[in-house]
């Protein structure tokens, strides 16, 4: 009985590890209606937008015509492209949102920074939680979530006989959790 407590405590730690890193919403900046691309309007993209801690961006956009560089609010405001902190140029560029803060993104492509494309995201801790349940059948572990308002305390979260959890998380689909604990 322990053993299978201490060995559940040890699958809900690895799904918690799992739905902090490894999921989240994507937004593809621009989209719907727009992408990465000179006619978009970022400022009101991004203004309809909440950014939480595990989310990430997807830049869509030709590579022939555009890139993405990440830099400091400075050179943002600037559009100074000399000392880009990161620089992407697939074409489909994901980028993570691991941390609180504001993370600031322009075109390094001729003047395209100076002609709008620039996106500037804020980043919140995460807001929103799940409630999973965690369950065995024949030896098979299941993790059935739901979303759900924050708990009080999610550090807190009680791990009890019947195996429920509260997790700190943001969006994020079963499936990765289901491979992580098979
Ligand atoms: C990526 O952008 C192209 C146009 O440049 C568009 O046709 C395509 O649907 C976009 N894909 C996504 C996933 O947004
Ligand atoms: C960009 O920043 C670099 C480093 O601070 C500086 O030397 C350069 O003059 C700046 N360029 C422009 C166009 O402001
Ligand atoms: C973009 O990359 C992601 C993985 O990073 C992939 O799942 C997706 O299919 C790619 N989209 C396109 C349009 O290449």
Not at 70 to 77: C, G, L, P
Not at 125 to 151: E, L
């Amino acid at each position: 009985m322990v053993a299978r407590a201490l060995s559940v405590v040890v699958a809900v730690a690895a799904a918690a590890a799992v739905i902090r890193t490894a999921l989240g919403a994507s937004y593809t900046v621009g989209a719907p209606s727009g992408s990465w691309d000179l006619q978009s309007n970022y400022i009101q993209w991004a203004s309809n937008m909440e950014f939480s801690v595990g989310d990430h961006l997807v830049f869509n956009y030709s590579r022939v015509a555009h890139n993405v560089l990440e830099v400091s609010k400075a050179d943002y405001d600037s559009c100074n492209i000399s000392r880009p902190i990161a620089t992407f140029q697939t074409g489909n560029d994901t980028v993570q949102l691991a941390a609180v803060g504001s993370r600031y993104f322009v075109c390094g492509v001729s003047s395209h920074c100076a002609a709008g494309m620039k996106v500037a995201v804020q980043v919140q801790a995460a807001d929103t939680a799940r409630q999973c349940r965690f369950s065995r059948r024949g030896g098979r572990q299941r993790v059935r979530c739901a979303d759900q308002a924050p708990p009080a305390t999610a550090s807190s979260a009680a791990i009890s006989a019947g195996v429920e959890s509260l997790m700190g998380a943001t969006l994020g689909s079963i499936a990765v959790v289901l491979m992580a604990l098979y």
